[in-house]
């Protein structure tokens, strides 16, 4: 058996999750996760939060504001919103030639209630390069 340290963990439990669909408000693993349900099962399956509770992708980056990056690296949480306020959150997978991959639940929203509406909104848990716009990059891992 390979032992994991809590990142290795966290980021084998992300890529597991690869495919599931994006539901809004979703947490649960058969279900289907939004942005900050995925983030927070993630984060919970490794001991970096508790096992009860739950969080918007605002109260993560609240959360976790002291272990700010100004560079992201694998394990990082990246955050976008408008004024400051963080409404979306995904996790740095890797760092390749530059580019900053994330993993995160997205490509919904709150009319993403359903399997169905996932497949209509193309909405999934996907691997994609980041976005350069955020607001902030946070390490959980520290």
């Known amino acids: 058996m390979k032992y994991l340290d809590k990142l290795d963990l966290a980021l084998s439990v992300a890529e597991r999750l690869l495919g599931k669909p994006y539901i809004w408000g979703g947490d649960n693993p058969g279900e289907g996760f939004d942005c900050s349900g995925f983030v927070i099962e993630v984060l919970k399956s490794c001991g970096i939060l508790p096992r009860s509770g739950d969080w918007t992708a605002h109260d993560l980056m609240n959360k976790f504001a002291d272990s700010a990056l100004d560079v992201p690296r694998a ?9 400051g306020r963080a409404t979306h959150v995904e996790m740095v997978c890797a760092v390749l030639d530059g580019t900053v991959y994330t993993i995160g639940a997205s490509g919904g929203g709150s009319r993403t209630q359903s399997a169905a509406d996932a497949v209509r909104d193309d909405a999934y848990i996907k691997i994609r390069p980041a976005k350069s716009n955020s607001l902030a990059v946070v390490n959980p891992f520290t």
């Open 75 to 83: 394990g990082c949480l990246i955050f976008w919103g408008n004024s």
